[in-house]
């Protein structure tokens, strides 16, 4: 069964970083692209950054200079590295790779 996992959210101060994991298990290919997006509570979801073939980034504009989206060293995994986050970043935060569901998230939250 095809499962992805995204892992590493929490509760920082404003300022703080944190690095988002997503790792895909189950998949035999490798995939080459991958969405990160997140949803703020009460609100839709919306697509924060992406990469495509390990290289390609896109960044909403929100986030540019501010998160990095990469690819891990094993096979089908990624990460979302966040600095200098803000209040408006809290939401939950969904890796989506191309031909997978949709994962559970991983919460966010940046306190004041």
């Known amino acids: 069964q095809v499962r992805v996992l995204e892992s590493g959210g929490g509760l920082v101060q404003a300022g703080a970083s944190l690095r988002l994991s997503c790792a895909v298990s189950?998949?035999?290919?490798?995939?080459?692209?991958v969405d990160w997006y997140r949803q703020p509570p009460g609100k839709e979801r919306e697509l924060v950054a992406s990469i495509i073939n390990g290289d390609r980034t896109h960044y909403e504009d929100s986030v540019k200079d501010r998160f990095t989206i990469s690819t891990g060293s094993a096979k089908n995994t990624w990460y979302l590295q966040m600095n200098s986050l803000k209040p408006e970043d809290t939401a939950i935060y969904y890796c989506k790779p191309t031909r997978v569901n949709w994962g559970q998230g991983t919460q966010v939250t940046v306190a004041s």
């Open positions: 189950g998949f035999s290919s490798r995939i080459y692209y």
